[in-house]
């Protein structure tokens, strides 16, 4: 489904990714982990389409499709979606209506008609469930005073209204307490389908017992210098990656 | 001998435009006072700290032609159970008058108040800026029909009054004066609609003008709605009691060229004031509004947030004055205006201007211009939302803290005058 190759990106006259290579399978989950810095977050970004990034080699195909020549638009419009570290706040702008005009712009583009009121609803009432998402969020202006954890739990609300084909979900178990992080997991866990493929940056081990990898990948300086299966997680946990870099480093040496 | 000095452009407009208004009819005699400050003020500059970037000069050409029509408009907020007056052009329609008699609460067209309380108008009358602008000097100097409302002290007015003033199509010209009187403790609440034809052109010069009491509580709206290309002077002008209440909101929602000024004299001690506007020009347009409050007693509050974006190639101005007189302490003043600049020829000048001869004050302002919060673009775009659909939204949350403080169906009328402009729905 998602396939990276070689990638360079950098932000200025910085260089972030150097040379990353990454394939994901349809229906598959992966877990990133890695150092604060490694780029994670900058993987992110770029997959979802921002702007302030320039890819400077490499290559992304997503369903066979040059991710590249698409705009952060059109990337939600074929199914991508991300679930990001930072949510933002935007005053003024009600969670509901928010949602509906993205699902309704969506459709548009996708040339579907709009939703109708009944079945947004819903929607809203099913997916609102799944994540234990508070009545009086939904009303609210996006993300606008939400706790840590209220802005986290809205991602993966979104995530299922949305129904993307690649959810990235950028460290969305940090600030989540102990009982949230089992909700939003099986938020996530019951999503998971055969034609739905998720990729999982996270800094702990804990989320990957709920929502358990195929594969576990460690990023560090810009580049996946680390495959395995769920237990290289735990492994990590353990360890830490200086291991892992060092092993790098001789390697490369 | 002495020759025939040839008269100043200006003093040929303000003949012509008084002329014109004494044509179609005007209410009572000219104020004397504002007769003489026209012929001594100067006409506005731009060389003038008030008229910086408001150029008046164009306005020096404008000839009337049209007589007015006599013709109702359609009506506007048809919903809303209010008491309605319908001027057009500075004429009265003949709506229903309300007249509780002379102790009770009128409401009804300037003309017919003066005729039957030509003393409680008087008393009530101020000069606003009739001495101090020329443009109020020439209002005043020949005033035509607009509404009058009296609540007299103690007295509550049960449903809104609808103060509407319709410009017709041609080039004309309109003085009206609006008035309301709000005795001590008396409640009211007041809409103010000015529109006009999708041809209308010409001047608008027009005068509101409140007096509220002690105790008193007044609400207005003003929604000046006028396609065409029709010049419109604002000159509103509000004197507030001690311990009274005024809020004032104004929703520029459509206007070819608009300079309001909006002044409130806090009268006594511990008033309140609240005023907000919004402003949303396009294509060439130009918006000014131009506010001041004297904080004169101690103990006095004020809200002012005025919000509003610029499109396309037009102008907005915004100068927002705080004067805390000498003695009155303890004033909490707040000022905010907020800008948005969505197009790369669009330009807006914002000012605030803090003036404060009392020690003990509490005062914040803040203006800023600026673009579309990038974050928050690209995480609406990220939910699938084109850049166009992106943008509206931000718009409309931009609005909405001054929209959602007007009554449902005025925020409603000038969403939708708004989502039309850009494109929204
Ligand atoms: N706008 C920017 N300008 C300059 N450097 C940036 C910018 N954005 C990110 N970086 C740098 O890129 C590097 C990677 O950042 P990124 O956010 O991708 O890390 P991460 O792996 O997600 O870290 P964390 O685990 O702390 O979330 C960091 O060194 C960061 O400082
Ligand atoms: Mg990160």
């Known amino acids: 489904m998602l396939k990276i190759e070689n990638l360079h990106a950098r932000i200025g006259d910085t260089e972030i990714l150097k040379g990353l290579t990454l394939s994901l399978g349809t229906g598959e989950v992966h877990a990133i982990m890695g150092p604060n810095g490694s780029g994670k977050s900058t993987l992110a970004s770029i997959l979802a389409g921002r702007e302030d990034y320039e890819v400077t080699a490499g290559s992304i195909t997503f369903d066979g499709v040059d991710l590249l020549e698409l705009d952060a638009t059109e990337r939600a419009v074929a199914g991508i979606f991300l679930a990001f570290q930072y949510p933002v706040e935007i005053p003024g702008v009600s969670n509901i209506n928010f949602l509906r005009t993205a699902l309704n712009s969506i459709r548009e583009q996708r040339e579907e008609a709009p939703i109708s009121g009944k079945d947004f609803l819903a929607k809203v009432k099913a997916c609102a469930q799944l994540v234990e998402l508070d009545g009086k969020l939904r009303d609210r202006s996006v993300n606008e005073g939400f706790s840590g954890g209220e802005k986290k739990r809205n991602e993966v609300f979104q995530m299922a209204m949305l129904e993307p084909r690649l959810a990235v979900l950028d460290e969305t178990d940090s600030g989540l307490d102990i009982d949230a992080l089992r909700i939003v997991s099986h938020g996530v866990n019951s999503m998971r389908s055969a034609d739905r493929s998720f990729l999982v940056i996270t800094h702990y081990q804990r989320l990957l017992d709920h929502i358990v990898p195929d594969h576990v990948h460690v990023l560090a300086g810009g580049r996946i210098v680390h495959s395995g299966g769920k237990e290289l997680a735990l492994e990590l946990e353990e360890k830490g990656y200086d291991w892992i870099v060092d092993a790098q480093a001789t390697e490369q040496a | ?425």
């Open chain 2, 1 to 425: 001998m002495s020759e025939v000095a040839t008269p100043s452009k200006h003093a040929v407009l303000a003949t012509r435009i008084t002329d014109a208004c004494s044509a179609h009819g005007v209410v009572g005699e000219g104020n004397p006072q504002a007769i003489a400050a026209l012929e001594a003020l100067p006409y506005p500059t731009t060389r003038q700290e008030r008229w910086k970037y408001t150029r008046v000069t164009r306005l020096l050409d404008i000839a009337p032609q049209a007589t007015p029509a006599g013709t109702l408009p359609e009506p506007v907020l048809a919903g809303l159970d209010a008491h309605t007056l319908t001027f057009v052009a500075g004429q009265y329609m003949g709506d229903d008058i309300l007249d509780e008699g002379p102790e009770g609460c009128f409401v009804g067209p300037r003309s017919v108040a003066l005729e039957r309380y030509p003393q409680r108008v008087l008393e009530g009358s101020t000069d606003g800026f009739a001495t101090t602008e020329w443009f109020a000097a020439l209002q005043s100097a020949a005033p035509q029909d607009g509404g009058c409302v009296i609540v007299p002290a103690g007295h509550r007015l049960e449903r809104p009054v609808v103060l509407r003033h319709h410009m017709p199509s041609g080039i004309g010209v309109a003085q009206p004066e609006h008035l309301f009187l709000i005795g001590d403790g008396a409640t009211a609440e007041g809409i103010i609609w000015s529109d006009s034809a999708t041809d209308a052109a010409g001047l608008l010069n027009g005068a509101i003008t409140a007096k509220v009491g002690d105790m008193a509580d007044f609400s207005l709206e003003i929604v000046q709605d006028e396609p065409g290309e029709l010049h419109h002077i604002g000159h509103h002008h509000f004197t507030q009691g001690a311990n009274s209440k005024l809020t004032v909101r104004t929703a520029t929602a459509n206007a070819h060229w608009l300079r309001n000024d909006l002044h409130i004299v806090q009268d006594g001690v511990h008033a309140d004031s609240t005023f907000h506007g919004c402003y949303l020009p396009n294509g060439q347009q130009f918006v000014d509004h131009h506010t001041r409050i004297d904080h004169a007693h101690p103990d006095g509050r004020s809200n002012e947030l005025y919000k509003g974006l610029a499109a396309d190639r037009s102008t907005a101005v915004f100068n927002g004055k705080i004067m805390v007189h000498k003695d009155a302490q303890r004033i909490e003043a707040y000022q905010s205006n907020r800008n948005l600049l969505l197009g790369e020829q669009a330009a807006m000048y914002a000012k605030p201007e803090l003036e404060i001869y009392a020690d003990d004050v509490r005062c914040s302002h803040g203006c800023t211009t600026g673009q579309f919060d990038r974050e928050a673009l690209f995480y609406l775009r990220s939910r699938g939302m084109t850049e166009t659909a992106a943008h509206n939204l931000l718009v409309q949350a931009f609005l909405a803290e001054v929209l959602d403080g007007f009554r449902e169906e005025i925020r409603d009328y000038v969403h939708d005058v708004y989502a039309r402009r850009l494109g929204w729905s």
